[in-house]
């Protein structure tokens, strides 16, 4: 026989059951969301740091291009040594020169087969005949420089070891090229070829005007 209901007094209160109670937040899944949070702006700086030093490194190892080679010299010299081709051409050669910063002009000797003077505001062709005539120091002098083209680098290397040798004169060979002229020169004309800031600063000198041999 089921049991009678009691009446609740009034003015007690009726307590919810246990089951109703709501319990309060937790506490944990804000921290964790502290802790990732934090992890993750953590490791985008450690990337950041490491990718800039990684981005300096690379900047200050490897060689900095001075001056962009024309298309065609491009062509004209080895991706794998970095040296020109033997069939590299005088133009090629004046245009790899300039990228570098030498601000060169050309000019051909008359005296020489397969060869060239290079430099900054040669005099006109009719004097540099007259220069070579005995007076090719004054050619160097005034900064220009002589470069003679041949066959292969291999010939143009065993020419410029002969000039070093027997005619103790400054030369250097570069590819199939061999070039003479002041050492402060040729300092510049290396490093152009390299694509390296120029050692030396030099300026054209005007050279008197020499009437030509007739």
Do not use: C, H
């Given at each position: 026989m089921p049991k009678p209901l009691q009446d609740t007094p009034q003015?007690?209160?009726?307590?919810?059951?246990p089951s109703a109670t709501k319990a309060p937040a937790p506490t944990e899944t804000k921290s964790c969301r502290k802790v990732i949070v934090g992890a993750i702006a953590a490791s985008f700086t450690v990337g950041l740091l490491f990718g800039c030093c990684a981005?300096?490194?690379?900047?200050?190892?490897?060689?900095?291009?001075?001056?962009?080679?024309?298309?065609?010299?491009?062509?004209?010299?080895?991706?794998?040594?970095?040296m020109p081709k033997d069939d590299m051409t005088f133009q090629d050669l004046e245009g790899r020169l300039n990228a570098g910063?030498?601000?060169?002009?050309?000019?051909?000797?008359?005296?020489?087969?397969?060869?060239?003077?290079f430099g900054?505001?040669?005099p006109a062709p009719a004097f540099i005949?007259?220069?070579?005539?005995?007076?090719?120091?004054?050619?160097?002098?005034a900064g220009h420089f002589r470069v003679t083209k041949y066959p292969t680098a291999k010939?143009?290397?065993?020419?410029?070891a002969q000039i070093i040798d027997m005619e103790q004169k400054p030369a250097f060979s570069w590819g199939p090229f061999v070039f003479e002229g002041k050492q402060d020169t040729l300092?510049?004309?290396k490093a152009a070829l390299a694509n390296k800031p120029i050692p030396h600063k030099t300026s054209a000198v005007e050279l008197p005007g020499v009437a030509p041999r007739r």
């Open positions: 003015g007690v209160p009726v307590s919810a059951p981005a300096s490194v690379v900047f200050w190892t490897f060689p900095r291009v001075q001056g962009v080679l024309p298309q065609g010299i491009k062509g004209a010299v080895n991706k794998a040594t970095g910063n030498l601000n060169v002009s050309r000019s051909a000797s008359s005296g020489r087969a397969n060869t060239m003077w900054e505001g040669l005949e007259a220069y070579e005539d005995g007076l090719t120091f004054k050619l160097f002098g010939e143009a290397e065993d020419s410029a300092d510049n004309v």
